[in-house]
């Protein structure tokens, strides 16, 4: 069974903090990391992709990978209140045939 | 770009009703994927299409839940019979390449 396990929080930071979201997966064939946004009754929105170990960076978001101890995490700079929302972690291996598997997201409110 | 289109939006039926759920993918995208999401839970993948192929319906009921996607485009999810623990929103996303993922706007479920 595929896991993938984020803290549900809430998380609650003050804007202009750094937010640090974690994920960690059980499946040692994952070779693809990915962050959703999901507002509240919205769809998921991809906002970062990441597929070799160390960091990528895209504006006030920043993707980690560990691909040894089985971690992924995002850090988001600057927190805005607009960055309130659920984040979710997914996690795929490769090839077309190895299926997503999502975690339960974990919520993140940014207080002014 | 178009997004990902479904429909309809909200839906509400009896349980043991039929309800179909329609969705068209980003234009040349040639995998979809329908996921349920339950409140509080990260979405959980029940078909994926590569063009008009099935590669993986491990998670679909199939003794009430079926897909297709006729001419590798267009795809519909019909549930019959509903039960209450159907009550969700069904996601729709669409892939390029199998990888990253984009989602429709979800259909939200309610089975009384």
């Known amino acids: 069974q595929k896991e993938v396990e984020q803290n549900s929080g809430p998380l609650s930071v003050p804007e202009g903090a750094i937010a640090s979201l974690n994920c960690t997966y059980s499946?040692?064939?994952?070779?693809?990391f990915f962050w959703y946004r999901q507002y509240s009754g919205k769809s998921p929105e991809l906002i970062m992709s990441?597929?070799?170990?160390g960091d990528k960076e895209d504006g006030r978001f920043t993707a980690q990978l560990n691909k040894a101890s089985q971690y992924v995490s995002l850090l988001i700079r600057d927190s805005q209140p607009s960055d309130s929302a659920t984040y979710l972690c997914?996690?795929?291996?490769?090839?077309?045939?190895?299926?997503?598997?999502f975690g339960r997201g974990t919520s993140l409110i940014v207080h002014p | 770009e178009a997004g990902v289109a479904q429909s309809p939006r909200y839906k509400i039926i009896e349980k043991r009703q039929s309800v179909a759920f329609w969705c068209n993918p980003i234009s040349g995208h040639a995998t979809l994927y329908w996921y349920q999401q339950i409140l509080g839970q990260g979405p959980k993948l029940l078909i994926q299409?590569?063009?008009?192929?099935?590669?993986?319906d491990s998670q679909l009921p199939k003794d009430r839940f079926s897909a297709e996607r006729l001419k590798g485009v267009d795809s519909t999810l019909k549930i019959q019979p509903a039960k209450l623990e159907d009550s969700a929103v069904y996601l729709c996303?669409?892939?390029?390449?199998?990888?990253?993922?984009?989602f429709g706007p979800g259909t939200r479920l309610t089975v009384t």
């Open positions: 990441i597929y070799s170990n």
């Open positions: 996303a669409s892939s390029l390449a199998g990888v990253e993922q984009y």
């Open positions: 997914a996690v795929k291996a490769s090839g077309g045939s190895y299926i997503p598997t």
């Open positions: 299409f590569q063009n008009n192929g099935v590669v993986d």
């Open positions: 499946d040692r064939v994952s070779q693809s």
